[in-house]
């Protein structure tokens, strides 16, 4: 494996591959080391903060609005900057891995937006991360805005190392995108936006804040061209809206509901807790009162700041089978008609078959406008008991929830190990938001005997075999041990990712694979 140093103490451990040296160019890397040296550490103990934050709630610390901030939500006269080019109409928009054939598929698709998504629809193999860049730096300049989801603080990129330390992956797909590509997109009449995944709290809000100011700066680009939008996808966020977007005024495009990775962040936070106790994923629609609570408070907070609210992902796949595909159409467009009618000012789909029909639900509400940010919604007024009402719809998985969980976790896991970030399941397109929720209730139903662990592992050896049979190149072995391993255990592990990319796509670029 080539080790080489480059400008700024940034060590690129990994071998060159095709085109690679466009992308990590030396003033580049000196780009990404100056951003790792100057939020390095300050990454490091907001992680940290986390940690402590996780071991409060679970000693039975009740979570609510911060009492610090209400002079923040109590002011009146604030507002976030306004919409930047191409980010006032976001009626549709359509998400996916930053691969060449997605990125013609999206572009193409008649959507406002393409968000590239380094994070839940990427797995972070190194051809991943520089190849992904390419294609973005490759479609810069086409009329569709363009938004990039980097990965999120708690992931390091392994392959590239400063001080010691590997560099923040959020650094690195940040910093190489806004180096090669911020230039170019103010040339083309947008400009480098953002769509910040998995924030905790006002405080990640602030670095990043901070690492546009930086960026900016360092790349004499007028300050404020930088937008990004907040996926509110943890329950700590939910709490922090208004914070959020305070910290943010002056590059804040909006939020967005991120609701798989918004359950499972309630359950990683609560799963110790019987009153949190979820049936089938299946089961837990929007419309479960304490969903309603976060998406109407998200709506509130965004109109009454002057930021667009973007709702969540509908992940159906529209089969060849008329039958099927029109009961996925109308599946996505009762939820998108949910959306529009509660102030939503578009939202988001994964599959270019569903841009027509989210369009037509937006267009039909919004008609000539670009959005609906007039619409305040001061009749919504959330407590936290609203939203951590969890118990009213709380009940015991079906065995079919049980067996669901496990084969979506096993699919996905087979598919990311390859390097593909996501993967149809029935009908749906999974992504690792879909892998986490998946395991997670599984560990939660055993924590609370809900059902027992021999029934688990029947199950398993059951899902194994058949995913073998689907997929005959899938590692089993692999595989399993990575659902026993976050899944079965004692304590749940925060996320399946960090294990999972050490102990087999790292190695795998240092085997040479």
Known sequence: MAISTLAHGVRVRAPFGDRHDEIL??????????????????RQELLKERRRQALRLAAGSPLDFPLATAAVRADPTWRVA??????????????????????VAALNSGAQVWVADFEDATSPTWDNVVGGQLVLRDVVERRTTLVVRPRGLHLDEAHLEHAGRPVPAALV?????????????????????FS????????????????????????????GTVRATVLIETITAAFEMEEILHELREH???????????LFSLLKTFGHRTDFLLPDRAKV????????????????????????????????????????????????????????ESGFDGSWVAHPGLVSTCRAVFDGVLGERPHQIDRRRDDVAVTAADLLSVRRVS????????????????????????????????????????????????????????????????????EVAALGGAYPWAPLDEIRALFER????????????????????VRRTEAGA
């Open 25 to 42: 160019t030396p003033a580049a890397l000196d780009f990404v080391g100056r951003l790792a040296a100057a939020f390095g550490e300050r």
């Open 82 to 103: 306004p919409p930047a080019p191409g980010l006032t109409d976001r009626r549709v928009e359509i998400t996916g891995p930053p691969e060449r054939r997605t990125a």
């Open 173 to 193: 797909d940040f910093g190489l995108y806004f180096f090669h590509c911020a230039r170019p997109q103010l040339a083309a009449g947008h400009g480098p936006y």
């Open 196 to 223: 910040l995944p998995k924030l905790e709290d006002r405080y990640e809000a602030r670095l990043w804040n901070d690492v546009f100011l930086l960026a900016q700066e360092l790349l004499g680009i007028p300050r």
């Open 252 to 262: 804040a495009a909006g939020l967005t509901a991120g609701r798989c990775d918004y």
């Open 285 to 340: 629609t929007m419309t479960a009162p304490f969903m309603r609570a976060y998406t109407d408070l998200l709506v509130r907070t965004c109109h009454r700041r002057g930021a667009h609210a973007v709702g969540g992902m509908a992940a159906q796949v529209p089969g060849r089978d008329p039958a099927a595909r029109e009961a996925a159409l109308a599946t996505v467009r009762l939820d998108k008609e949910r959306e529009a």
């Open 395 to 462: 009940g015991p998985p079906t065995p079919e929830g049980v067996r669901a969980n496990i084969a979506v976790a096993l699919r996905y896991f087979a598919a990311w190990l390859r390097g593909e970030g996501s993967v149809a399941v029935d009908g749906l397109l999974e992504d690792t938001a879909s892998a986490e929720i998946a395991r997670t209730q599984v560990w939660q139903w055993l924590r609370h005997q809900v059902i027992d662990k021999e029934t688990v592992l029947r199950l398993l050896d059951d």
């Open 486 to 505: 976050t899944t079965l255990s004692v304590e749940l592990p925060q996320f399946f990712t960090p294990d999972a990319y050490a102990r087999h796509l």
